[in-house]
């Protein structure tokens, strides 16, 4: 299971931008996936939580981001996608997208569910001030 992020960039504070995430399987198909979101990692720091939207429940957001951003998803796409506005230079970092808790089926057609988790490469995020 690959899970492959886009919509990265350089923007101005103040200003938008829209990350996507896609996950995707080269042997299994992708039934369901239980949580996905969004972590970030600046120059320096840890990685911390940004948002997190599970298959049914409350969707989280990191104190910091809540009322600017908004993560959403398309369970028929297996993609999530997170609304930055009114970026602000500290929002620079590399955001990963993450799942967890996923449904495959097999080429032998049979149903597995694993607790593992899984990462994208990583969109880096630039707000110059």
């Known amino acids: 299971v690959q899970l492959q992020a886009s919509g990265g960039g350089l923007v101005q504070a103040g200003g938008s931008l829209r990350l996507s995430c896609v996950a995707s399987g080269t042997i299994v198909r992708i039934n369901r996936i239980d949580d996905m979101g969004w972590y970030r990692q600046a120059p320096g720091k840890e990685r911390e939580l940004v948002a997190v939207?599970?298959?049914?429940?409350?969707?989280k957001y990191a104190d910091s981001v809540k009322g600017r951003f908004t993560i959403s998803r398309d369970n028929a796409k297996n993609t999530v996608y997170l609304q930055m506005n009114s970026l602000k230079p500290e929002d620079t970092a590399v955001y990963y997208c993450h799942a967890h808790g996923l449904t495959t089926t097999n080429l032998m057609g049979v149903l597995e569910v694993d607790g593992m988790d899984y990462w994208g490469k990583g969109t880096l995020v630039t707000v110059s001030s």
């Open positions: 939207i599970p298959s049914s429940g409350s969707v």
